[in-house]
């Protein structure tokens, strides 16, 4: 059966999407951790990232790269975090979440629970300035 995130890049399920190559979906995270806070997966359904072949696993981290740059652009803050758990959506999956202090990254904080505008107006200002870069 297709992952929730399969399902998400064929449209079935809907996204804010942030970006979108041939090979790869970055949008914003349901319950985040922070405004920006975006998941970026290979389209091809992989759970464990350390199973991703090599050059996709490169070039996701280097898609992942410019969607953190977009993301810093966009968000104010000190860094853009990269963190790897996946251990709820068996399909590869790498957090990028704008912080200003480590403890910005914790999973265990409260997630934010925004409105459907702005998620929307997240997703269109970080869209539009990967599509700048
Ligand atoms: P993990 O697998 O532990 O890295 O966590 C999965 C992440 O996917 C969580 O942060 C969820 O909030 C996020 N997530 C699950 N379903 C969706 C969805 N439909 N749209 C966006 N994010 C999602």
Do not use: Q, W
Not at 97 to 114: C, G, Q, T, V
Request: glycine share 4%; charged share 30%.
């Amino acid at each position: 059966m297709a992952t929730i995130f399969t399902r998400i890049v064929e449209g079935e399920i809907p996204s804010y999407k942030i970006a979108e190559s041939k090979d790869f979906y970055a949008f914003l995270d349901i319950n985040p951790l922070a405004k920006g806070h975006t998941l970026v997966i290979p389209k091809k359904e992989v759970d464990y990232i350390f199973d991703v072949e090599d050059n996709l696993y490169k070039e996701l981290f280097l898609f992942a790269k410019k969607t953190g740059k977009a993301i810093e652009s966009v968000i104010p803050c000190k860094r853009v975090g990269i963190i790897v758990f996946g251990l709820d959506v068996p399909h590869a999956h790498i957090h990028l979440i704008p912080i200003n202090k480590a403890s910005d990254m914790s999973f265990e904080s409260p997630k934010l629970s925004l409105e459907k505008e702005e998620f929307e107006e997240i997703s269109s200002a970080i869209r539009s300035a990967f599509g700048k870069m």
